[in-house]
């Protein structure tokens, strides 16, 4: 017993970085038990709150009872003070007191930025002259939230310049003395910067805050006598990072909690350099920022406190109230620590990415970054980068997310909304923006590769409570899915016992103890030892398939037939195949995609949340006029294929979305709810079926994209030929497309080229291709993932993931479409 746990925490601390002692290890553990099969690495998007801060702040919640802090009276009066309370315990975090900074609890970052946007004044003395107001200067490389202020502070006169990157370090490091009467200039100007760069993690310096007070900004805006004052966007920074305002004094700082302890979401903070915040007039008040108001004239008395007259109506007390079990972790921790461990995790990703090469020697990733990730000063826990493939071309970030999702791995990709940084790394001109923007792209879409050039990138982002692990499992999934060839990988010394150690417990990620000891013994002759970490039978001569081109086929003069149909009665769950013949409806064929499953919240639930769907297996009885559902260790269901008899009533009506299109449906009734929740281990789930009623007749059933999904046999072939995973079970391709139609003969990809065709009696127009994401990962025969076919599809179609064609039926003769019949192609 000893004996095991003493083991046991020696893995765990060889599970994160040194910075962390054995008692933290296992409270993580604990605390993080969530993640046991994830890979969280999106925290500069947003953190991880722990177990105990949410039972913690659950039991305060229960425990207590708060009434508004307005209200006065024992229970006003407490939730009063505790949030006063608060205040100091946020100022304590940054090293500073109520003496010299306010905190002004807000919505988020965003909103901070916006009130100083909208309440900073340019011109002391208001005298609506523009040649009186100061400068907005900001850095190009900050958030899209930054970039915003600027068309508030224009329009009341503030002059606006933006500093490249490049030239605010040209600026700073060899500051001009200009000499700066700042004190008693009555333009008030404002330099906006970000303390750690949310696109790469380069940390600004601080010292910028003085300098910039100083005045080495006159000389950029060439102008004299301005009194310079400092907005730090410390979002990113201060997640991670120790903000020190004793030693830095920015006037202005904003921040969100949640990325700093992941709960609360939708409160963050604006502190205020006390001896600054006469520079901020703010005009409209509310309940709580009045001392007194008169409702019949124009009059009012704002409060004296600053956080008094910034917060209008009642502020999010219980969430203020919550925030102290947040700063417990983050103080118990020790922000120096996280922000080392970081750091630490960040170097081993960063250097590792680096080494890793195609067979042919080309670097697998390409990095953005201003740092050579060895000095935690400049650089955080942040990476962004794209995947190359051997012959240099770009892999999309789309297919990158497809393949990570695969892996479980949470990452950002895109922009990151700093569209500055994401430009000047991609080296995108204004005018590549612009036409990418016409071409399709927009910020958060999945417009991922331009004439092959990236428009964002991979962004992952480590937290305090990161792992080795997560650094492994990335690496691991890169190496499996992107590169072709043996790997070139240094390592750290305190890997190696680390993973041999960590093998057991996952030892499939790893390559077996030989290889490590290997390294080890070798390690002093030469650094970087080549580890044939991946199988070489998935990647052999897959470089050489690669320049193989789209196949063309010009003439139809083989006999093509439908071999196969199939339907999906519940969408994402198993098939029905049909025998014979079936119906033609008007929304596809008959039954399909008429269910749809429900989560607790309402949304559809895919196999991509719960892959056990695909072992729910329907079988139509059109005799017994029911739809029977099975699943492996359950007793099976009936669901009668009856419509109500009525127009539902309304309680049973329920409303959800499909990749964003409104649907609605009634619901089939407890006992399959239960049966469905019992089956794939999801609570409260519910099976509601197509509504029939309602004015406007709905087009398509539950199925997102088409009428008809068409898989051509010539097609799945091909693919899976070029497959070179001698594990992968390639009969189970075809049956991962999930088509409706299945066709034989002819040649690979004809259909591609088709416009519209005849099967049997019913003609059908060709609507597009049918794009494929991590769905056809999973075997539909026993809920396994793989890799595979994605990869190969991926890797064959530079990155553009179609297989399939969609159909809508244009005519028909008698609505029945039959096994056997033959397909005509139109020219
Ligand atoms: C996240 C972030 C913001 C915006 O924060 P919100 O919480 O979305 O308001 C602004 N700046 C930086 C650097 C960030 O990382």
């Not at 969430?319 to 080392?340: A, E, N, P, T, W």
């Not at 399939?804 to 039926?809: A, K, P, Q, T």
Request: proline share 3%; aromatic share 10%; net charge neutral.
């Amino acid at each position: 017993m000893f004996g095991f746990k003493m083991e046991h925490t020696m893995e765990l601390k060889l599970n994160y970085t040194p910075e962390y002692n054995e008692e933290d290890l296992l409270n993580f553990e604990k605390e993080f038990s969530r993640l046991e099969e994830e890979c969280y690495a999106d925290h500069a998007g947003a953190t991880l709150y722990s177990d105990s801060q949410m039972r913690n702040i659950i039991g305060n919640m229960q425990r207590m009872t708060y009434a508004n802090p307005h209200s006065g009276g024992v229970a006003g009066a407490n939730t009063h003070d505790i949030i006063e309370q608060m205040r100091n315990t946020v100022l304590e975090h940054f090293h500073t007191s109520v003496e010299e900074y306010s905190v002004i609890f807000t919505s988020g970052a965003t909103s901070s930025l916006k009130t100083i946007a909208e309440t900073f004044v340019f011109d002391r003395n208001k005298t609506n002259d523009a040649k009186n107001a100061g400068h907005f200067v900001y850095m190009q490389d900050n958030h899209t939230s930054v970039l915003g202020m600027r068309d508030l502070v224009s329009e009341r006169g503030a002059k606006i310049t933006s500093i490249s990157h490049n030239d605010a370090i040209k600026i700073f490091e060899n500051p001009l003395t200009f000499f700066n009467d700042n004190l008693h200039s009555d333009k008030n100007s404002l330099f906006a910067f970000s303390a750690q760069c949310n696109f790469s993690g380069l940390k600004y310096p601080l010292k910028w805050i003085d300098n910039v007070h100083k005045g080495s900004l006159s000389v950029f805006v060439n102008e004299k006598n301005i009194r310079w004052y400092v907005l730090l966007d410390a979002a990113s920074f201060v997640a991670t990072n120790d903000l020190n305002l004793s030693l830095f004094k920015p006037d202005f700082v904003c921040l969100s909690f949640y990325k700093m302890f992941g709960y609360p979401t939708g409160l963050g903070a604006l502190l205020v350099k006390n001896s600054s915040s006469d520079v901020l007039k703010k005009q409209y008040y509310g309940g709580g920022t009045v001392k007194v108001v008169l409702s019949s004239e124009m009059f009012h008395k704002k409060r004296t406190a600053l956080h008094e007259r910034f917060e209008d109506g009642t502020i999010n007390y219980l969430s203020v109230i919550s925030l102290q079990y947040g700063f417990d972790i983050l103080s118990k921790i020790s922000m120096k620590r996280i922000s080392k461990h970081v750091f630490s995790l960040m170097r081993i990703l960063h250097h590792s990415l680096l080494q890793l090469h195609h067979h042919n020697g080309t670097p697998v990733v390409k990095i953005y970054s201003d740092t050579d990730y060895e000095n935690g000063n400049l650089q955080g826990g942040i990476i962004a980068f794209n995947i190359l493939r051997s012959n240099g071309e770009y892999v999309g970030y789309v297919e990158f997310l497809n393949m990570a999702s695969l892996f479980k791995i949470h990452v950002r990709t895109g922009c990151f909304c700093n569209p500055g940084a994401c430009q000047r790394h991609l080296s995108l001109s204004n005018e590549e923006i612009l036409k990418n923007y016409e071409a399709g792209y927009v910020c958060g879409g999945s417009t991922d590769l331009i004439n092959g050039k990236p428009t964002g990138a991979i962004r992952i982002s480590f937290g305090y409570m990161s792992t080795i692990k997560d650094v492994d499992t990335i690496l691991n999934m890169i190496k499996k899915c992107f590169v072709d060839g043996p790997l070139l990988y240094k390592l750290p010394s305190w890997w190696d016992n680390y993973k041999i150690l960590v093998q057991r417990k996952y030892c499939q990620s790893f390559e077996n103890d030989i290889q490590i000891n290997d390294v080890k013994h070798k390690n002093t002759v030469n650094t970087s030892k080549r580890i044939d970490i991946i199988s070489t039978s998935i990647f052999s001569e897959n470089h050489i398939n690669k320049l193989e081109k789209w196949p063309k086929y010009s003439k139809n003069t083989e006999q093509i037939t439908l071999k196969k149909i199939f339907i999906y009665p519940i969408k994402s769950c198993g098939a029905y195949e049909i025998e014979d013949s079936w119906i033609l409806g008007m929304k596809g064929l008959k039954y399909d995609r008429e269910w749809m499953i429900l989560t607790s919240a309402g949304t559809s639930l895919t196999q991509k949340q719960n892959i056990k769907l695909c072992l729910i297996k329907p079988v139509l009885n059109l005799k017994r006029n029911c739809l029977t559902l099975s699943f492996p260790g359950m007793p099976s269901i009936d669901i009668t294929l009856e419509y109500p008899k009525m127009k539902s009533s309304e309680g049973l009506m329920c409303q959800s979305r499909v990749c964003g299109h409104k649907v609605e449906g009634f619901d089939c009734g407890l006992e399959i709810s239960e049966w469905l929740s019992l089956a794939v281990g999801q609570p409260n789930l519910k099976l509601i079926r197509q509504n029939n009623f309602g004015s406007k007749k709905p087009e398509l059933s539950f199925s997102s994209q088409a009428q008809y999904l068409l898989i051509n046999k010539e097609s799945v072939s091909w693919l899976t030929d070029k497959i070179h995973d001698k594990d992968f079970k390639k009969e189970t391709v075809l049956s991962r497309f999930r088509g409706n139609f299945i066709i034989e003969g002819g040649h690979p990809f004809q259909e591609t080229n088709w416009q519209t065709i005849m099967i049997g009696r019913n003609k059908f127009r060709i609507s597009g291709e049918c794009t494929r994401c991590q769905m056809i990962c999973i075997d539909q025969t026993n809920g396994e993932k793989t890799v595979e076919p994605l990869r190969t599809l991926g890797e064959l179609f530079h990155g553009k993931l179609r297989f399939g064609i969609y159909l809508s039926n244009i005519m028909t003769a008698d609505g029945i479409i039959k096994n056997g019949d033959t397909i005509v192609v139109e020219e």
